[in-house]
């Protein structure tokens, strides 16, 4: 999936394509917008949170459209993800998901947009046999998207030690 991910970056803003190696381009978010300079406390309550998160297996088999032409994969159980979003939420509500641009919680791991080159179709058939997928969600990233110098901040394993990996 990683490779499709990084391929459409490279298709649309190549300036948003990372050179970090713990970097991954296909991802759902969990909170995004987040806190342009999360200080120590904060970081701590996100050590916390995903600290208090088990590992969640999934399956991204569906191919999906939101009303702006978005092209996505939903989670295979959405709902651990969804309450995930939840608890950042609840932890930090100056940070609405979207930045209250939309009124429901959808997890998505985002993969093209539609035009008139690109359809649902034709992202199942470039996708070819690397969906249906199962996967494992055992790690959280703080990602910076800047362009030619998105990365990886740090990093939290799900269900463990509140510090950073």
Excluded at 24 to 29: F, G, K, N, Q
Excluded at 122 to 136: A, E, H, N, Y
Excluded at 148 to 154: A, K, M, P, Q
């Amino acid at each position: 999936m990683e490779s499709f991910v990084r391929g459409r970056f490279e298709h649309y803003d190549r300036a948003y394509l990372s050179a970090d190696p713990a970097f991954t381009h296909a991802h759902i978010t969990v909170l995004a917008p987040f806190l342009p300079t999360p200080d120590a406390a904060s970081l701590e309550a996100v050590a916390a949170i995903l600290a208090a998160t088990a590992p969640v297996a999934f399956t991204l088999r569906r191919l999906e459209t939101f009303p702006n032409g978005v092209i996505y994969l939903p989670p295979e159980p959405a709902e651990p993800f969804r309450a995930l979003t939840e608890r950042f939420v609840a932890a930090f509500p100056q940070c609405p998901p979207y930045g209250g641009q939309f009124p429901d919680i959808v997890p998505h791991l985002t993969l093209d947009w539609r035009s008139a080159e690109v359809s649902v179709e034709s992202t199942r058939d470039r996708l070819g046999d690397t969906v249906p997928v199962s996967c494992v969600a055992d790690r959280v990233d703080l990602a910076w998207y800047e362009p030619h110098r998105s990365r990886v901040l740090t990093s939290w394993r799900l269900g463990d030690s509140p510090f950073p990996v």
